[in-house]
Structure formats: C-alpha cells, structure tokens
C-alpha cells in the first residue's frame, strides 16, 4: 500500500512544492494530502489518518509542538517530522520528548525531507511487523493448550499464559512480577523447583522438573515442566521459558494402577485372613450372646447393667471389626456387578430412607431432588453401598447439623447422582488421596470408604468428581452409563412399576 502524507503549512506554495517532490521521488511510494492550518489538519487525520505527519512549528491556530500528542492519538502508527525557520537546541528536544520523529530546519534540501520520509516510513513498516509477529507469538500462547511460563533471572513472572491462568485462579495481568515459586509452588518442592532454575539461569541445559502447583481451589496439582533459558546479546540469560504439562491424572492413575496390584496380590492372603477371623468372630459373638442372657438371669441390677454395657460396647467393636473385614475384602477381591437396570433415583430414595433416623439425630435437613427416568445398567446393591457411603460421609462432617443436598438428574449419555453436604470442606491439599485405600482424616475411619466408591464406580464404567469450598461444603458426584428401555425386559428395573 502506498504510504500517506500529511503535510500541515499555512505556507501554501511551499507545501504545494513539498507535495511534488515527496510523491516525485523514486525512493518513495506515497501519497500527500495537504491542510493549511492545525485545525483543519487534525480533522484530516482523524477522518483519513496518516503514515507522516510533515508539520510547521507555527501555523495560524496552533503551535506544531501542540499538535503531537493530538496527532499521534488520531493515528498511532503514524511519524510526525517537525518543521521550521526559527530553531533552539531547546526547541528540538523538547520536539522529541514530545513524541516528533525529527526535526528539520528551514531551508532544507529535498534530499534531505526524502530521506527523513523514508526513514519514518521504514520505522513505521518494522513497528507494524513487530506487532504483527507479537500479535501472532501472543495467539500462539493464548491458544496453546499446555501451560506457559516465563521467568526472570529472579524467579519472576514475566509470561503467563490464559491455560496457567485458568488453573491457578490467577490473572494473567496480577501475576506478572510476582515470585512464581514462592506464590504457587507447593511449599516442600519450591526449593527443588528454584535450584533447576538456577542451574538454567547459570547456563545448564533445559531442566525437566515435576512439582506441585495450587489450583485455582488450594488443591495440589503435578505439573511437569521443562525450563530453557534465552540469551541476551551478551550471553546472559535474561529469560527463563518454562512449558509445563499437568500429569495429575497421569500419576493418579499409575497410583490406582500400583494400589490395584498389591490388592490383587493380597487377594489370596485377605481370603485366607478372613476365614481365620470370621471363625473366632463368630465364636465370640455366639459367646456374647450366651453371655448377655445369663447377665439378663442376674437379679441384682446394680450389677446387672453395668456388665451388659460392657457386653454392648465389645458387640459394637466385633460388628465394626465385621464390617472393616467385609470393606477390605470388597476392595481387595470385589466380585463383579450384575448387570441389570437399575433406578438411580430410587436408590438414592431407598438410602435416604434408611439413613433418615440418622439425619434427624444429627439435625440435618435432608434436601431431594431426584428427576424421573435416571436408569443405569448395574448392581443396585453395590450402587447403594456408594450412596450409603456418601450419605455416611456427609452426616459424619456435620455432626452440629446442616444441609445434606441428594440430587439425581440425566443427560444424553449419562445419569448423576451427588449428594452435598454444608461442612467445612475438604482440605483442597489432600483432594489427591482422598480415594486411596486406608487414606483417612477421622480418627477412627478406616479409609475404605470412599476407596470402595471409587472401585465400584469403576466397575460400572461411571466416574466420580469431589467438589469442596471450605464455605459451601463437599458434593460428590458419580457419573453413569445411561440405559435406554428399547425393548421389554423379562422383569421390570429396580424401582419401575409396570
């Protein structure tokens, strides 16, 4: 495209002139629009713009030097090059401070206004392609779909890209200066983290470094990052890149995978164990029982209920030592679902039901919102010890009272239960582990629970997904293959009437 001129001078026959040799020259490709005063000059460039801007210090209506910032607003990208009879030192200076290209004083040889022209425009084209390429360097790391870092020599960010932004929680704007490692970085890895940047910024090879990195909720996120450095022209490194890649799942599911082996090899050795147990268990229930009715024989009650106390306590502990038994041989060897359609929402129903005693003792208000048409394929009995689990969770964090939300609902391919609580939440550090055998915060849990959830909704082909805030609570959603009635079935689902 040709280059536009705008040449500002009340003087018309020497702009007329100025016009003739700029768009006769061969060095140029331009075209010149001419105006006679300030005013009428600025109207010019705010309808037409310009690429330079050949302006006379003094004009009728205004002074060249107050027409810079003005000019400069009404077209960005343009130059302007001040011209005058009457020049200071001073006077230049203060041109360029103001934002002039240069400065050229009456009376010039055209050569020299050429050049000038030239050289303005030529600015004009790598600032436009500067743009352009940083333009086109900011779409690639706002679209690229792994997390991008860059690191001064110090630690701090000087890139972060929209991927790094929508995990962390964090701005792009608001992180820019701020200590990477020390804002993000899980504290025990920060110094592991700062001496691979060190090693780079001293001239090492690219460093792969994993560590945790805070989400946008406070949970603990592995990301892997490979750090190269960039030279200046003095062979220092200014800037450190960092590309990183989230390998949470990944290293989840190699957990699942190694915590699936040892299960699978302690299989035979949990069989043969509960056998071993489940004997004197049984003898010792049968033992209690024969030994609560000839306490109940007893005549004298000060006696009498003291012991039978006793006898209810040791009952409570062999039943719960049953059911840690029982929990431990689901996980380590479970049997494989049935598969048959299953009413999700009556499940839900069912649990609530059986669990409303509970709720009342712990005044907790039982919200259902439980939609029509929820069919899965499954175990309805292995889908109510999920759900038992979860209402079991919910009412345990809110022994004061609270809100247990259970909510049902269907999509085009799945189902969904979730049951919501209004407790304190979850740790957002140990949202990792929560679904690891043996895993626990309660002083007498077993940590079994929620690793059973996650075993029998694997089973299904389903998964489940923690939400926590420590203001509104914990809701646990499982997702479940959809089953579509096309055809009558031999015997009506769980929970459908006919």
């Excluded at 509104?472 to 293959?481: H, K, Q, S």
Aim: glycine content about 8%; some cysteine; hydrophobic content about 45%.
């Amino acid at each position: 495209m040709r280059a536009r001129i705008l040449i500002v001078d009340d003087n018309t026959s020497l702009a007329a002139n100025l016009r003739d040799v700029l768009e006769g020259a061969r060095e140029l490709d331009v075209e010149v629009a001419l105006a006679p005063d300030g005013k009428r000059g600025l109207a010019a460039a705010r309808r037409d713009g310009f690429d330079v801007a050949v302006v006379d210090v003094k004009l009728p209506d205004a002074s060249g030097l107050e027409l810079i910032a003005p000019l400069r607003a009404a077209s960005p990208h343009g130059e302007i090059v001040l011209v005058t009879g009457f020049a200071t030192v001073d006077a230049a200076m203060a041109a360029l401070r103001a934002g002039a290209f240069a400065f050229i004083l009456k009376s010039f040889r055209p050569e020299e206004l050429i050049s000038t022209v030239a050289q303005a425009i030529e600015k004009i084209s790598l600032k436009r392609e500067r743009e352009e390429l940083e333009r086109r360097y900011r779409a690639i790391i706002d679209a690229a779909d792994v997390l991008i870092l860059g690191l001064t020599a110090e630690g701090r960010v000087a890139l972060f890209n929209p991927r790094l932004s929508a995990l962390t929680g964090v701005a792009c704007d608001a992180a820019i200066g701020t200590p990477f490692s020390e804002a993000l970085v899980d504290e025990s890895e920060q110094r592991r983290f700062n001496q691979s940047l060190l090693g780079v910024v001293e001239g090492d090879a690219a460093a792969e470094v994993e560590v945790g990195v805070r989400d946008a909720v406070g949970a603990i996120r592995r990301i892997r990052w490979h750090l190269s450095g960039v030279r200046d022209g003095g062979g220092e490194t200014d800037l450190v890149y960092g590309i990183g890649i989230d390998v949470t799942e990944r290293r989840a599911l190699e957990r699942r995978a190694a915590d699936a082996e040892a299960l699978n090899a302690m299989a035979p050795l949990a069989l043969g164990l509960a056998h071993e147990i489940r004997n004197p268990l049984n003898a010792a229930v049968l033992e209690l029982h024969l030994l609560s009715r000839s306490i109940d024989r007893l005549s004298d009650e000060a006696i009498r209920e003291p012991m039978k106390r006793r006898v209810g306590i040791v009952e409570a502990e062999i039943a719960r030592l049953g059911r840690l038994l029982g929990e431990f041989l689901e996980l380590a060897r479970p049997r494989a679902p049935l598969r048959e359609p299953v009413d999700i929402s009556r499940v839900v129903r069912d649990v609530l039901d059986l669990e409303e005693e509970a709720c009342a003792s712990n005044r907790v208000e039982v919200v259902r919102d439980l939609a029509d048409d929820c069919f899965a394929l499954g175990d309805v009995e292995k889908l109510k010890q999920v759900v038992l689990n979860l209402v079991v969770n919910a009412l345990d964090v809110m022994p004061d009272g609270g809100v247990l939300r259970a909510c049902t609902s269907v999509d085009t391919n799945e189902v969904w239960l979730s049951i919501g609580d209004t407790g304190p939440g979850i740790d957002p550090t140990i949202l990792a582990e929560i679904f690891d055998p043996f895993f626990t915060t309660k002083a007498a849990g077993t940590g079994l629970g929620l690793a059973i959830v996650r075993k029998i909704v694997d089973l299904h082909g389903g998964r489940v997904k923690v939400d926590t805030h420590s203001v509104t609570g914990t809701t646990v959603r499982v997702w479940l293959p959809r089953f579509t009635v096309e055809r009558p079935v031999s015997s009506p689902p769980y929970g459908a009437t006919l």
